[in-house]
């Protein structure tokens, strides 16, 4: 595709989006923009599937809303909360230490920038980009999966990670997109633009795509 082309590539998609859709932590912020519950649904979104990710949020949310609540509530019952979200002790265990870190060294507030985020323990570049984006509507490109993998699909980008999808993204991608690219790619690589054999065949943006890497489409 030509780079210039993601202008309407991205202006489809966002029409395309519905609230049904709309993956979960994005949904989450459109309810209520506060960094903190954005970083814990992020958290316990990490391989669990957005409905899970939801009730466990809202569970744990009703145990504690702030970094000093959470920290009264012992690991165990933040487990028995958020369960089954994969890696549930792990994740209880994390919430903690990120909650401790807040309190700590930020005074219970959440970081508004990627070197502070990413210097808490359990806090990787996704979900530091997830709040920026989402918690504080601030320009971040978060890169999962899906996103590195439709962007070199398009053939917008050339690279092997989701970290180097990032940077060349940061390079490229007009600023005007950075917020809504990831809600947009999630959604639509969750529908349409799998993994293995996409559907290509109801792609709204299939004459824009230049397929790299499809063997077989529906």
Partial sequence: MQDSQINDVVEILQKELTAEAMPV????A????????????????????????AAA??????????????????PAKIAAAIYPVGFYNVKANTIHQVCRELIERFSSKVPDNLDDLVSIKGVGRKTANLVIALGYGKEAICVDTHV???????????TKTPEKTEYA????????????????????????????SPLCSRCPVFKYCDR???????
């Fill in 25 to 28: 932590v994005s949904s989450l």
């Fill in 30 to 53: 459109d309810a209520r923009r506060d960094p903190f519950v954005i970083l814990i649904s992020t958290l316990l979104s990490l391989r669990t599937k957005d409905e899970v990710t």
């Fill in 57 to 74: 949020t809202e569970r744990l949310l009703r145990l504690a809303a702030t970094p000093r609540e959470m920290l009264q509530v012992p």
């Fill in 148 to 158: 590195h993998r439709i962007s070199n699909r398009l053939g917008y980008v050339k």
């Fill in 169 to 196: 993204l940061r390079e490229k991608l007009p600023r005007r997109h950075w917020i809504i690219y990831n809600t947009i790619m999630v959604s639509f690589g969750r529908r349409t633009c799998k993994p293995v």
């Fill in 212 to 218: 790299v890497g499809v063997k077989a489409s529906r």
